[in-house]
């Protein structure tokens, strides 16, 4: 199938600033706009700004909103308080990884589920079809948002001087209505990039004098227009899963390290819950293969599918990889045997083109910022 | 972005200098380093390689992908640019100068390279 890519609200906005454009999702997306690795200390730093408008935006409303996401995904959605959010994901009948999500409650019975641009309308007719017999409606709200994110230290600054909202009292994973420099906006303190920052949804047409203001805020701050190549090395750094990545249908969250997303206490039935509760078991006992952090010794960069070996012997394989701005090497994550998934593990090595480069196996995540 | 009219320009978006003692020196154009991005890692040919015009003799690896690297002359390797070996971001920062890659003594050339006008065109940049 061959589409023209969808363009977010701000694609002429991102042409003017030179951007790099890539594909991303079916989306033409902002890869960089100058120096990626720039972008990226921008954020560890001070501030960057994102169009994350190609992310997916479902409503669910209803009495029955919280039973219907308590039984349609993993997590206990029952729990979570209205204004704050929740990472979650979506698994099919076999316990697979369908998708990841945040589900933000936004109120009594109005709840907002964000999943990834790749895996939107995968989630949307599993949420449709799972909701029968439930009092709850699904609504397919993609075009009714557009997402700019400001993530970095300067980010709590920036946003302050566009805003009258109460940002102290805006917790990590809430999320709260507001007014952004002048136009409505649901103002989220969540993020993909292991740094403090806030994810702001508006409607599209709202957009360009958002990203606007927000620009003119954060020029003394040194914030910065920031592209998708910086935040998948971010993302990385801070050891946050990627779906199609670290995440697959042939996955289930166990196998990913992420057990803890399962909330197996909760009230009712739920979608998936007889295959965890056995791979629950299996990673107790027999441990599959785990999810690891990579350091290069040398320079050579590990990419996504690379085999990771140990005396010549393929133990695992790369899900991603990227030279590190932070560490100034190349890192990767991995599934490698449980027998070799120890932080230390010496005589590790990933296969780049033929030449068997040495990596020291550590403990995720890369890298966390000081609070 | 302006393309330096005393150099000559492969498809592949190598640059080649006037050979001056039989010796000339190859990189990597502007074009070329702002498509692949922060080049992190380069895989240069070693003094005394031969290397064949429209062959692979090396990788430049960025943030995003690896490329590799085409010589645009065929010859014996003179030197390899060790400041790009140790500081690879100068492909970005300077490609048409500090950022060269390595010097050949030219056996021999291909008769297709471009002008400076007819890569701009090429390339559109």
Redesign the interface.
Same mark, same amino acid.
């Given at each position: 199938m061959s589409t023209a890519p969808r363009l977010t609200a701000l694609d002429a906005l991102h042409r003017s600033l030179g951007a790099t454009m890539t594909d991303f999702a079916g989306w033409d997306m902002p890869l960089r706009y100058a120096s990626e690795r720039d972008e990226h200390n921008a954020v560890r730093t001070r501030a960057g700004l994102f169009d994350l408008s190609h992310m997916g935006e479902i409503t669910v409303t209803g009495p029955a909103a919280a039973a219907f996401l308590n039984f349609a995904l993993v997590g206990n959605i029952g729990t979570v308080a209205v204004g704050r959010a929740r990472y979650t994901m979506i698994c099919a009948e076999d316990g697979g990884i369908m998708d990841d999500l945040i589900v933000y409650r936004l109120g009594e019975t109005e709840y907002m589920v964000v999943a990834n641009a790749g895996n939107a309308q995968i989630v949307l007719d599993a949420l449709t079809a799972r909701a029968e017999g439930f009092d709850a409606e699904v609504r397919d709200d993609r075009d009714a948002y557009a997402l700019l994110a400001v993530q970095g230290p300067e980010s709590p600054a920036i946003l302050a001087a566009v805003t009258d909202a109460d940002l102290d009292g805006l917790k990590y994973y809430a999320g709260l209505p507001g007014t952004v420099a002048g136009v409505p906006a649901l103002i989220a303190r969540t993020g993909y990039t292991g740094e403090d920052g806030f994810e702001l949804f508006v409607a599209p047409e709202h957009a360009e004098q958002l990203w606007r203001a927000l620009t003119e805020a954060g020029a003394s701050h040194g914030l910065i227009p920031c592209g998708l190549s910086c935040r998948d090395t971010l993302r990385l750094e801070a050891g946050m899963p990627l779906y199609g990545h670290e995440l697959t249908t042939a996955l289930t969250p166990f196998d990913a390290g992420l057990g803890r997303v399962v909330k197996f206490e909760k009230e009712g039935d739920f979608v998936g819950r007889k295959a965890l509760e056995a791979a629950a078991g299996h990673a107790e006992t027999a441990p599959p293969r785990k999810l690891v952090g990579l350091v290069a010794e040398g320079r050579r960069v590990p990419r996504a599918g690379f085999s990771v070996t140990a005396g010549g012997e393929v133990i695992g394989e790369v899900t991603s990889g990227a030279p590190s701005p932070t560490l100034g090497k190349p890192i990767a994550m991995a599934y490698v045997d449980a027998a070799h998934a120890t932080p230390g593990t010496a005589g590790i090595a990933v296969d780049i083109r033929g030449s068997h480069e040495p990596y020291e196996v550590v403990a995720l995540p890369f890298y966390k910022r000081q609070k | 972005m302006s393309n330096p009219q005393q150099l000559r320009y492969s498809k592949e978006h190598e640059w080649l200098s006037a050979v001056e003692d039989g010796v000339a020196t190859i990189g990597i154009t502007e074009f070329a380093a =702002?498509?692949l991005? +922060?080049v /992190?890692?380069a +895989?240069l040919p070693k003094v005394g390689d031969t290397v064949t015009a429209g062959e692979t003799c090396g990788e430049l690896?960025s943030?995003?992908s /690896?490329s590799d690297l085409y010589s645009p002359v065929t010859g014996e390797v003179t030197e390899a640019n060790q400041d790009v070996v140790d500081d690879p971001?100068l492909v =970005?920062s300077a490609p048409f100068e500090g950022g060269w890659l390595f010097k050949v003594r030219v056996a021999e050339e291909p008769k297709d390279l471009l002008s400076a006008d007819e890569y701009t065109e090429f390339s559109g940049n």
């Open positions: - | =702002n498509a991005g +922060d /992190v890692y +895989d690896e943030t995003k /690896v971001s =970005n």
